[in-house]
Structures are given as C-alpha cells and as structure tokens.
C-alpha cells in the first residue's frame, strides 16, 4: 500500500509530460512507448520481470487489486490527499484494464493487449502493428489509474461551496457565467440557416438554380417540381456550386459504379457556391458520395459483406415491416427518398426514384398483418421516405392504419422537412391532421436535422404550419465526425428546441465500413452529452444518446451496465460488448462492436484546425 502512494505521488511530476495534447498528437510510437512506461514503473517492471505472459497477468491483477484497496479503504481519507473525483475515474480505469486483460475478453477479440504489452516491454521496441492509438489509450489508463488522469490537476475547490447565502450565489453565478461564456464563444464558430446574412446567400443559390433549370419562383414552392429536377449529375452540381478535387472523384465513382446519389434542388440550394469550408461541410458530406466511401461500398459488394448492418433481414416477419420491439414496427411502404444520405443506414436497400417498385399488394400484406396483431399499439411510417408519395396515397395509407383499432399512435418519419420544405402543403397537413386525435390517437412527425445550417425560413414556416394542427414533431440526430466538433450540436438542440421542434435521439453511427469517414468514437458521444450538452436547458437536451445493436434496438451510452469496453486493438481502436436492452429479461447474447479510434478521430479534428486539448476527457469516457 505504501508502494502505491509513493508512486502516485512520484507520477505527478510526469504531468506535464502530457498536459497538451497538440505537442504530441504528432509523437513517434518510440516516444509513446516511453511516456507509456512513465505513466506506470511498476507495471512496466512487472512486464519486464515476469517469466511469462500468464504470470504477469495475475501480477497486474493482484497490482491492481492494491490500488484499488489503497484508494478505497475504510481509512483512505487519511492516506491519500487525492481528489475523489480522481479516485473515481481511478476506479473506472482500473475496471476497464482488468477487464481487457481478462483472458476471456482476448478470446472474443482474437487478440491479447496484454501480450503486445509484454512483447514491448520485454524487446524494448515497438513492432510494426501496433499504433500510436494502443499506446494512448494505456498511456491514458495507467495515469489513470495513478489519480493521474490531468483533468483536475490543476483546479481547486470552488469557493462557493466554501460560502453561505447571497455570497455563495454570487460566487456561483460567476461559475456558471463562465460555462455560458464558454458555450456562447463555441456557438460563434457555427452558422444556423436563419443567420441574417446567411439567409441572402441562399437566396443567390436559389436563382441559379431556378436559371440553370428554367424555373421561377412559384416553381420553387411547388415539390414535384424538385422532384422532377433531383441533382444526380456532376455537370448540374458544378454549374450552381464549386466541387474540388476529391468531390469530383468521389462522384465520379459514384456514377461509374450505379452507386445511388439524389440532391434536392432546395438542398443544393444551402451549399456555399464558392466552396470555401466554411459552413457547409455538414451538408456536403451528406449527400456528396467521397472516395472512401465508394471503395468501401464496392469492397463490401465484392467480397459478399453484408451492408445490412441492423440485420434487418432477420427482424423481418413479412416484406416492408421490421420489429424490434414490443409495441412498436416500421412500416417501409417506399424504397427512395427526394435525396439521399451517404451514411444512411439502409444504403443497401435504397433505390433511385426512378427504381423505387414496392407494389400496392406488398403494402396491404402488411397492413393486414398489422392488422391481426393485437400487441401493435404503434406503426412507424418511413422508408426510404414515404412523403415521397403523392397525397392521395398517403391519404389512403394512413386511413388503413387508423383503421385498425389497436394502433393508437403513428409517426411519420421523413426528411422532407430538411430536404424539401415545400413538401408540406396545406392539404397534406390537412390530411394528417385528419388521424391526429388527441384521446384517440397521436400522429407525429420524426425528422432528421444533423446542423443547425439546415435551418432556414422555409423550414420554420413548414414547421409553424404543422403545429398549429397540435401535431408534435421529434428529431433524430446521427452523431457523425460533421457534427461532432466542441457544442457544434449543442446549437442544433437550441435551433430545434426554438423553431418548435423535440430532440429525440442522437444515434451513434452505424459501423459499416463503407461510412468510416463519418463515424466517430462512442466516447466522444458521451463526452458531448455529458460535457456539453448538460449545460443546456432540460428542454432542449431531451434526446437520449444510444447505440443500435443489430437486430435488437438501442442501446443507452450513458449506462455502464448496458456496455463495457473489453480490448483495445493493436490499431487503437476499442472493442465494446453491448449488452441489449432485453438483457435482464431474457437470456439474449451480447454484441461485441469495433470503434474507430480515437487518436485517429483527434488527429483528424487537429489537422481540420481544432485544439484538441479542449477534448483530452476524451479517453476517460468509457
């Protein structure tokens, strides 16, 4: 026990060896592995000394054990002058290294952490696979468990909780002004599609796309006009906006392999026309097909991967439903939609407009099986994007589902509102107005906004219009790398919040490989909400954060006991078991999922100009 305190307290010297991120973003492996080594002698001798892999296994453990006893005494409080903040995110990281180095964990992995950390200690180099981002994450778990984590080292108790009364909360309100300052100079880095300066460009956009197709302003607010001009061609794109070099790639590939891309004229319209990298990166990344993106398409179709991530194919009792849960299915009465997103999750089922053929048969067969079961109390409309249909078939549609007398909720899930505002007629909204019944039955919308540059007058007055009929409209965000910069979708939540609309959910992105530039790591999710997002007002933080385990549903970050981090890969990356949301009701099997790594994520967010330093909790979310 004393070894343990000595050391703790030797290792605050090596703080600053590691304070600031951006001076060693860029380190060699042979400067991480000595700053790994200095983040725990012991366990560095400990690997040195052991006759074998084995026999340092049960020394860590027994290692471990210690600190967690010098940390956690009955008597601690006297021993240690640590902070308890620290002592907890001790206890975090020495759960996680005990669970990575769990013998079992490396069977289900196909590697051992641990083994590549004896092999580097023992040979005193580092072999060729194993990348900065494993040294990291240990370099962060031995400090971590040392109460060197860096994130309080250099803060004190706040005073107001040394205070009583008037003076207490005027001590107080400069801590929270100082979080508010905080926020409001993030907020200034981003745009919202409402910024008055933002709102004419728009406009420009606007005329030359009504030029370049020969239409007017009454064709702008007529939808089947955008439908009959969907963008799907590289020479439209670049007569409106400017395309560099790796758009065009990217598109072109797109186009040579039939690989499916849509842009509504409306949407076209929020690109910044010069091309500057300003505010429409979030935008561009949704629709314009990179690269990457296409080898890891054509790569997953060649060598026979399923792209089918969710498995819906296996949760899928008849064709255009999937059920998941107990009340709840998903109706997919359309395969397209007016444009189409990149990172979507059913990539591999979307189809041109031209292409979509779902027949009126397959739809009734549906319906009716619905209709003959009595535990449906809830039918999720979305596709592809049902919208998509004209009035009278959605008329027709939704008469079918309130028919039933079980379904006493409908939600309509759409993009319409992102991607073509003007879909909202007047007669439209009549229409599901005509199913919404307050003490009978509940017709929502759920959209998908992904940043507040999406936002614009036309939006707010389609949204103005459909809640005056009391219809309640709920927004799924997907967290990807173009959202996931410091309160970049804090502003999201508070331009919803104001233009009349619910954050819902916030979906981790799915992990298929064709869409690894846009997925970001699970810790970075829960960084954002904890961090950031919990500085917002309750009403506009309503969405839960969560993870969609294939064939079995979400999956809630913010609960240790829904998942656990169990390996981190020679490439950095964490492995997760996710254990789903039935798992203390039924004997259903974990799912073990592969993150992207986070050096690689902050690496990337430095070369795009972020302090990463303002991110360096990263690694203690787990």
């Known amino acids: ?28 492996r042979e400067e991480l592995a000595e700053l790994l080594w200095k983040s725990d002698l012991i366990i560095h001798r400990i690997l040195k000394n052991s006759i074998n892999v084995h026999d340092s296994r049960n020394e860590i453990f027994r290692y471990l054990d210690g600190i967690d006893t010098a940390l956690f005494t009955i008597y601690s409080h006297s021993k240690q002058d640590m902070n308890i903040l620290e002592k907890k995110n001790a206890r975090d990281c020495i759960r996680v290294l005990k669970t990575i180095l769990r ?11 641990l083994r590549a950390l004896y092999n580097i200690a023992r040979e005193n180099r580092v072999p060729k696979n194993i990348s900065e981002g494993f040294l990291f994450e240990f370099i962060y778990l031995f400090r971590g468990i040392n109460g060197n984590s860096g994130l309080f080292a250099e803060k004190e108790k706040p005073p107001f909780l040394n205070l009583d009364g008037m003076e207490a909360a005027l001590e107080r309100t400069m801590f929270l002004d100082d979080y508010s300052k905080r926020m409001d100079l993030s907020f200034k880095k981003y745009r919202t599609g409402l910024d008055h300066d933002l709102v004419p460009e728009r406009n420009d956009m606007k005329q030359r796309i009504l030029q370049q197709f020969g239409g007017n302003e009454e064709d702008w607010t007529d939808y089947k006009w955008h439908l009959d001009h969907i963008i799907s061609d590289i020479d ?5 906006a400017a395309l ?10 797109a186009i040579e392999n039939n690989i499916p891309f849509q842009i509504t004229p409306y949407y076209l319209s929020l690109f910044d026309r010069e091309n500057r990298k300003q505010y429409d990166l979030s935008i561009r990344a949704q629709v314009l097909p990179s690269v990457t993106y296409c080898q890891n398409y054509l790569r997953s179709i060649r060598t026979g991967t399923s792209m089918d991530f969710m498995d819906e ?5 008849i064709e255009t439903i999937t059920r998941r849960y107990p009340k709840i299915l998903i109706l997919k009465p359309f395969q397209s939609c007016p444009q189409i997103c990149v990172y979507c999750q059913r990539n591999w089922e979307i189809k041109s407009l031209q292409e979509s053929s779902i027949t009126k048969e397959t739809v009734l067969n549906a319906i009716n099986w619905i209709k003959a079961n009595p535990h449906i109390s809830e039918v999720l409309v979305t596709g592809g994007d049902p919208l998509t249909l004209n009035d009278s078939i959605i008329d027709r549609l939704l008469g079918m589902i309130s028919d039933i007398e079980h379904v006493d909720r409908i939600r309509i899930g759409t993009r319409t509102l992102v991607t073509l505002p003007s879909r909202f007629t007047d007669n439209l909204i009549n229409i599901f107005s005509k199913y919404h019944k307050l003490g009978e039955r509940d017709l929502c919308i759920i959209t998908h906004f992904q940043h507040p540059t999406e936002f614009t007058p036309d939006t707010i007055d389609a949204v103005s219009r459909i809640k005056k009929q009391g219809i309640n409209i709920y927004n799924q ?46 810790s970075r999710l829960e960084q954002e909400r904890q961090e950031e997002a919990r500085l917002l007002p309750g009403l506009e933080r309503t969405d839960e954060s969560v993870f969609n385990v294939p064939r079995l549903g979400k999956s809630h970050l913010r609960a240790w006991q829904d998942h656990e981090v169990i390996m981190i890969l020679p490439d ?6 996710f254990y789903p949301w039935e798992s203390k009701m039924e004997l259903v099997e974990p799912y073990n999922y592969v993150d992207v790594s986070i050096y690689r994520y902050l690496k990337r967010l430095y070369y795009d100009g972020e302090d990463v330093d303002e991110y360096k909790s990263i690694w203690y979310y787990f």
């Not at 439209?236 to 409106?240: A, D, E, I």
């Not at 560099?244 to 590939?253: A, M, T, V, Y």
């Not at 965000?477 to 939540?493: A, G, H, I, P």
């Not at 950095?572 to 078991?577: A, D, E, S």
């Open 1 to 28: 026990m004393t070894i343990v305190i000595v050391r703790i307290r030797f290792e605050h010297k090596n703080q600053e060896k590691l304070a600031n991120m951006k001076d060693i973003i860029t380190s060699s």
């Open 103 to 113: 013998t079992q964990n490396e069977k289900q992995s196909h590697f051992s952490a």
């Open 236 to 240: 439209t794109l670049q007569n409106v």
């Open 244 to 253: 560099d070099g790796g758009e065009i790639r990217g598109l072109k590939l």
């Open 313 to 317: 194919a296996s949760t899928s009792p």
């Open 477 to 522: 965000q997907v967290f990807t790398y173009y959202n996931s910069k410091k309160f970049e979708s804090c502003l999201l939540r508070k331009t919803m919040k104001k233009s009349g609309i619910d954050p819902y959910y916030t979906f981790n992105t799915k992990g298929k490989e064709e869409t690894i530039d846009y997925r970001v790591p699970i």
């Open 572 to 577: 950095g990356r964490r492995v997760y078991r």
